[in-house]
Structures are given as structure tokens and as C-alpha cells.
Nanobody, 123 residues
Framework: QLVESGGGLVQPGGSLRLSCAASGFTLDYYSIGWFRQAPGKEREGVACISSSDSSTYYASSVKGRFTISRDGAKNTVSLQMNSLKPEDTALYYC??????????????????WGQGTQVTVSS
């Protein structure tokens, strides 16, 4: 099971930290991604981290503002989001792929998904 948390309402320029907690399996063996879907738009990959070497991928729209990281002891993956913009408003999901996956952050290559957490950026 994957459970996301940490979403909420934040003003533009603010920060949020999302967390994805796994139960029943160890995230160390999985490539993990954060994806988002805004109303009327397709789901898109935002930030992903590889199982093998912890290499990362970021969508161009979030590069330099978002950071994905693992915590093996807690069996979680986090997404630190800074300098948030209204266009970051979406339902955010974490998803996994066992082992390495290329290319990274392609939605249909991740096969186990959480339920999502809402992020709203608004003044």
C-alpha cells in the first residue's frame, strides 16, 4: 500500500513537503515517482528517483524548485516543493515500478499507485 500525505492549501511562493509511505514492501527495490493531475489535464510525471543509483528526473516545470528524496529507515519518499506557483495546483500521486525503469517518469510504466493528496496554490 502507498499512502500520500502532506498536501494542503498554500500561498504562491510557499512550500510544502509531500510524503509517500509504503507498507507491505520495501521501497529500496523500487523506482518511485511523483505524478500530478490537474482538472482537465493529463497525469504527468513531476519527479522520479531510480531504484538502482538513486538518479533523479525532474519535469522542466519544477526543476530547481522540487526535490525528491528517499528515507530508507522510514520506508518513505518525499517531495519537497518550494516556490510554489498556482499552476502547481493538482492532485499529487506517488507510484512505483519494481527495479529500474527507463525512461523515468513515464506514467504508464509505473504500476502501483497511491490515492493522491491535493495541493492547492492560491492567494
Amino acid at each position: 500500500q502507498l499512502v500520500e500525505s502532506g498536501g494542503g492549501l498554500v500561498q504562491p511562493g510557499g512550500s510544502l513537503r509531500l510524503s509517500c509511505a509504503a507498507s507491505g514492501f520495501t521501497l529500496d527495490y523500487y523506482s518511485i515517482g511523483w505524478f500530478r493531475q490537474a482538472p482537465g489535464k493529463e497525469r504527468e510525471g513531476v519527479a522520479c528517483i531510480s531504484s538502482s543509483d538513486s538518479s533523479t528526473y525532474y519535469a522542466s516545470s519544477v526543476k530547481g524548485r522540487f526535490t525528491i528524496s528517499r528515507d530508507g529507515a522510514k520506508n518513505t519518499v518525499s517531495l519537497q516543493m518550494n516556490s510554489l506557483k498556482p499552476e502547481d495546483t493538482a492532485l499529487y500521486y506517488c507510484a512505483v515500478h519494481r527495479g529500474s525503469v527507463q525512461p523515468m517518469c513515464v506514467t504508464n510504466l509505473y504500476y502501483y499507485w497511491g490515492q493522491g493528496t491535493q495541493v492547492t496554490v492560491s492567494s
